[in-house]
């Protein structure tokens, strides 16, 4: 999939009632997500930097997207990807190949596959559906993965 960054832009603004993320450009530096980069040990995917840079983190329809908080990994909790990759790890309750993305409620956890590059150094998002026992790619990219949830979180799409 081709990133088409307008069309997300604009189902982001079409759907701003329920979409809870900070202002275009305030999110979060590049020397931040450079730090993560180091920390997880991966390059991140073009996609999810765009939305980092974009908007740092944040809500669609009350389902939380890790991103970047700007505070030191150890001690960010809630929504940095960083911090939740650290906690996982270490309570064992994610493979070492997963980043996670978004977890809501436990229903169903969405995650890179990082031992799976696809072009240009995107991942292929995952999703864990803990009702239904499955473990299945969801979308080729992150832009895809953002564009699929607000369609399917949000009332106005």
């Known amino acids: 999939m081709a990133a088409d960054y307008d069309s997300v832009m604009n189902l982001i603004e079409a759907n701003s009632a329920e979409i809870s993320f900070w202002p275009p450009g305030k999110g979060a530096s590049e020397e931040w997500i450079q730090r993560a980069e180091e920390a997880l040990g991966v390059s991140l995917p073009p996609t999810y930097k765009w939305f980092l840079t974009e908007f740092g983190f944040g809500d669609i329809g009350h389902e939380e997207i890790y991103g970047i908080l700007e505070e030191e990994f150890e001690r960010a909790v809630g929504g940095d990807v960083v911090y939740n990759f650290l906690v996982r790890r270490k309570s064992g309750t994610a493979e070492q190949n997963q980043l996670v993305l978004c977890d809501n409620d436990g229903d169903e956890i969405f995650y890179f596959k990082l031992d799976s590059p696809g072009d240009h150094g995107e991942f292929p998002v995952f999703r864990i559906d803990h009702i239904e026992g499955s473990d299945e790619p969801y979308a ?18």
């Open 140 to 157: 080729d990219d992150f832009l895809e993965f953002l564009k699929k949830r607000i369609e399917f979180l949000c009332s106005s799409v």
